[in-house]
């Protein structure tokens, strides 16, 4: 039974518009505890106060799910076709179409809706990047993908261009055997290339250094004055290390309507944005990741690279 409900999860992950999907067995990440106890310690959280709450929750999917018993783990693509030029302020290309949060939160609950349907009653939950689930962890013991050097999980066929969405079920499938492997080698292109230096050895990454902290996390008035200088014209998040990255060259275009660019992404210049009106940045990006960093954390940001 086990192997026949697998069979329709991945079957249905596709028909939903995921490129891949992977299960692991439900457990406690003792090694990633104490990674992440680590890296917390050493205040690379920055101004991130929330990654230090529920800390048993992130270690241990039963505690979010009591009888958890599989972890599904889905990717979806978000590469897009058409692109920035590099003369106007830079968006991270997750965020040039619709908020992936309403986008992949919609789809989990189809998929979740599904499974009732053809396997019976089970319970589960769904997660994008809206709790405490460590999605890297267990895309790598799902078996698709190595964590690179920039934090990124990186996926042997397609690169680091996508949304990791994670569903936690109670009942038992056929487990993929973990990603073991690790590709990146001696390459450091992530390393040398960030602009802040925020990618460090041994696959840490100092959040409160990296740009896309600066611009969507920080919510105070003024950016450090030592960082001035190093943003290389991005106003909403960083793809530099991506972009260096030579997995990603198998990189090729999603096809997700929803994250289809928004037309003032690609073209607005820098004096475009200084004339955007509060009203017109609520309309334009309604359904866009970039309402997170609000009107005012778009006009600090753009001021800063000036």
Known sequence: MSTKNTSF?????????FDYCGIAKAGLLGDDAKRLEQWLSKGMNGTMGYMENHFDLRIDPTKLLPGAK?????????YPSLQQDESIPKISKYAYGKDYHEVIRKQLK?????INQQIGAVEGRGFVDSAP??????AVKSGLGWVGKNGNLINKQQGSFFFIATLIVDIQLDYDDSF??????TCTRCIDACPTEAILPNKVVDGSKCISYFTIELKEQLIPDRMKGKFDNWI?????CQDVCPWNRFSYPNTEEAFTPIYEILHYTASDWEMLTEESFKTIFLHSPIKRT???GVKRNLKFIR
């Not at 999860?9 to 518009?17: E, P, R, V, Y």
């Not at 189809?110 to 599904?114: K, S, W």
């Not at 073991?180 to 080698?185: I, Q």
Request: hydrophobic share 35%; aromatic share 14%; charged share 20%.
């Open 9 to 17: 999860i991945k079957q249905t992950a596709k028909q939903l518009g």
């Open 70 to 78: 599989s972890v599904i783990t889905l990717l979806k693509n978000y």
């Open 110 to 114: 189809q998929f979740l809706q599904l």
């Open 133 to 138: 689930v460590l999605e890297r962890s267990w």
């Open 180 to 185: 073991v492997r690790d590709y990146c080698g």
């Open 236 to 240: 909403f998040g960083c793809d530099t």
């Open 294 to 296: 609000k009107y005012s």
